[in-house]
């Protein structure tokens, strides 16, 4: 055997033997040694056609996004009058209101300014906003009154909703989940994930519900001696009820209703309220916050729908609707109804400029119940994502994880100015929603540089931070998702057709297989081993891309079977034909595979395009996994069909000089 032979082989077998490993953790299962799976782990996933999954449904708040549009143009409208003022402290008022949905009034207080504010912003606008009839709390002769258009309106959502979708699909993919399937219907988006595994079904979950938004926003503390805000009355109503229920104060229905009493002291609600002088600029802010923990308590079935209860499995999720049970009710849901129940009560609301936000504020060793607070912030965001250029996980001084973030000029500029003004006070860096941290401005910040200190300790708080960095980079939903609904599901095309599948898949083999072996003799063989070596190179490809076998992947698997027989027909026949005209063994088989190849090459290739269109050009899953598997049994029959025999075929002819080959 010469030296490039040897070569050769041993380069196959070792690439055979890596397929093998690589397949293993698939047929052998978890009964391989520790060091060996932490290597190769990865296991071929069947589709939700072959072994069922889960079946989410998801509400996206296509409003929010309509909403984020028109907190833009508040924000370009203040600033056009900020730049057109003659006195920089008699500027005018611009709001959000949050009803007609992406609303914008702005009110200057020269009305002679009026006309030329809206003639420049309209042309700037054109049919992104129209104008509708001012609110009667503003003066219209001194406003402009705009929302965003209809047309434009819903350009947005249809936008959102497949952003959303592209986006869902990528996060899917980075969850270790092949195979999934994500669509669009109506407002809501269905996500077919493929198997059983709960744990990495609830990580996929998670990750898919993350918005990935990130906001800069801040806490809205009146000063020491100045009227209270919205937040302190309902910490105010908060404290009375408590004195009233514990018999301090009397019971007085004008001033808290019964209901409100009852709800604070079943669900054990606190209020707190605390000062904080900043030794620089003088000024003593006031902080107030109502405070709920996460309770589990027995709820009856028709209740189950009021609550979200947490932490369950699909299983006790519908025991519970069924039979009624423990539910573990967030603190956050626990705030959220008492405002709905105080805004029913006493006509105490959130106005338009203004959010309810909430975080956890520390947790509970024994029982592991996280306590909730509330954050009164100012609706509109100082900084978001989108003005971020970079986000990197990393360690603070303390060597505990943080997400250093950098913005850029615009957002950089504006951050320096607005810390500058509210130096002493607080900002609330949201992220998914929740309120991440609030520190407080000890000094204006310069340069667009930030650090985002991670909640959790240890190894939790660096997963946590790595989760963020990711999410960042990785790009945010356009608007919030709502799980609406989840189940598990059979295989779509029942275990019937599947059983049937596997069957006519190895039918179809063995039939080409006995046909080859009798027509071709010897040579038949060869075709079994490198056909063979064939399958085993597609699936172990199939599990290092984390693709998931469906049944159009089974008839692509069919389809190449009977590709890389004719590839080796192609080449067996033009080895006869050489024969024929006499020529040597060894001779003639150096021509066939000479003179074949360009045949098969072609034919190879003009499958390749044809599945090369259908990605390209096809949104149905099932088509782009059949597409995908071709593409995949082209390249391993190229390999195998042409290059393996050949190097089989060296062997076998190079025994001894007088060989008569079985062909």
């Given amino acids: 055997m010469d030296k490039k032979l040897r070569l050769k082989t041993v380069g196959l077998l070792l690439l055979t033997i890596l397929a093998i490993c690589v397949l293993l953790p698939t047929f052998v299962g978890d009964s391989l040694p520790s060091g060996f799976t932490n290597v190769f782990s990865k296991k071929i996933s069947k589709g939700i056609d072959i072994d069922g999954g889960s079946y989410l449904v998801y509400d996206i708040n296509l409003d929010k996004a309509v909403d984020d549009k028109a907190i833009e143009i508040k924000r370009d409208l203040k600033y056009r009058m900020e730049k057109s003022a003659k006195d920089p402290k008699n500027v005018g008022v611009v709001t959000a209101p949050s009803n007609p949905l992406g609303a914008v009034v702005a009110t200057v207080t020269d009305a002679s300014t009026l006309s030329g504010l809206k003639a420049g912003f309209m042309d700037d606008y054109g049919d992104q906003v129209t104008t509708y009839s001012c609110p009667s709390t503003v003066d219209a002769s001194k406003s402009l009154c705009v929302k965003v258009s209809s047309d434009y309106a819903q350009d947005i959502r249809v936008k959102a909703i497949k952003q959303a979708v592209i986006t869902v699909g990528d996060r899917i993919n980075k969850g270790g989940i092949g195979g999934a399937t994500v669509v669009e219907k109506g407002d809501q ?3 077919e994930l493929p198997g059983a595994d ?17 906001e800069f926003k801040l806490v809205d503390q009146p000063l020491a001696g100045q009227p209270q805000n919205t937040m302190g009355r309902l910490v105010g109503l908060v404290a009375l009820a408590k004195q009233m229920n514990d018999g301090t104060t009397p019971a ?44 589990t308590e027995a709820i009856k079935k028709e209740d189950v729908s009021k609550w979200n209860c947490d932490g369950l499995t699909l299983a006790q999720e519908r025991k519970l609707k069924l039979e009624g049970g423990d539910c573990k009710i967030i603190g956050r849901d626990i705030i959220e109804r008492f405002l709905g129940l105080v805004a029913t009560e006493h006509g105490i609301k959130i106005d338009d400029d203004h959010q309810m936000a909430y975080g956890t504020w520390d947790e509970d060793e024994a029982q592991g119940d996280k306590l909730w607070r509330t954050w009164y912030l100012f609706r509109e965001a100082a900084v978001d994502g989108a003005q971020l250029i970079d986000a990197s996980q990393g360690f603070d001084q303390d060597n505990s994880a943080v997400v250093n973030i950098t913005m850029n000029r615009v957002a950089s500029e504006a951050w320096a100015d607005i810390t500058t003004k509210q130096t002493g006070a607080r900002f609330a860096i949201m992220f998914n929603g929740k ?41 945010s939903l356009p608007a919030p998702l709502q799980l609406q609904s989840e189940s598990l599901r059979g295989p779509s095309l029942g275990n019937d057709a599947v059983d049937k599948a596997k069957v006519s898949f190895l039918i179809g083999s063995l039939l080409v ?39 159009p992947g089974i008839a692509a698997l069919v389809l190449t079977v009977g590709m890389a027989v004719d590839a080796n027909i192609i080449v067996y026949e033009r080895i006869r034909e050489e024969l024929r005209l006499g020529k040597s063994v060894r001779g003639s088989v150096d021509a066939g595979f000479k003179h074949g190849f360009s045949a098969i090459l072609d034919g190879q290739l003009t499958t390749a395009v044809a599945a090369w269109v259908l990605l390209q050009y096809t949104s149905e899953d099932a088509i782009r996994g059949f597409a995908i ?11 195998s069909s042409y290059w393996c025999t050949k190097l089989f075929f060296e062997h076998y002819v190079g025994r001894k000089k007088d060989i008569v080959i079985g062909i």
């Fill in 198 to 214: 709960e744990e990495l079904t609830n990580r996929t979950k998670k990750q898919i519900e993350q918005t990935a938004k990130l």
């Fill in 252 to 295: 007085d229905d004008t001033k808290v209703k019964a209901s409100v009493r009852d709800f604070v002291r079943d669900y054990e609600l606190t209020s707190v309220t605390t000062q904080r002088p900043h030794q620089k600029t003088g000024k003593v802010f006031q902080e107030n916050y109502i405070t709920a923990r996460t309770r």
């Fill in 513 to 551: 297989l006995l046909i080859m072996m009798y027509y071709y003799r010897n040579s038949g063989a060869i075709s079994l081993l490198s056909l063979s070596l064939n399958i085993l190179l597609m699936l172990a490809v199939l599990v290092q891309f984390e693709a998931a076998l469906t049944l």
């Fill in 629 to 639: 598997m071709l593409l995949i049994g082209i390249a391993c029959t190229l390999f």
């Fill in 435 to 475: 309120v991440n941290s609030a520190p407080h401005i000890n000094e204006p910040i310069r340069g667009g540089s930030s650090q985002i200190s991670m909640g959790a300790a240890g190894q939790k708080g660096v997963d946590e931070a790595k989760a963020m960095e990711t999410s960042l980079k990785s790009g």
């Fill in 189 to 191: 988006i269905i996500v």
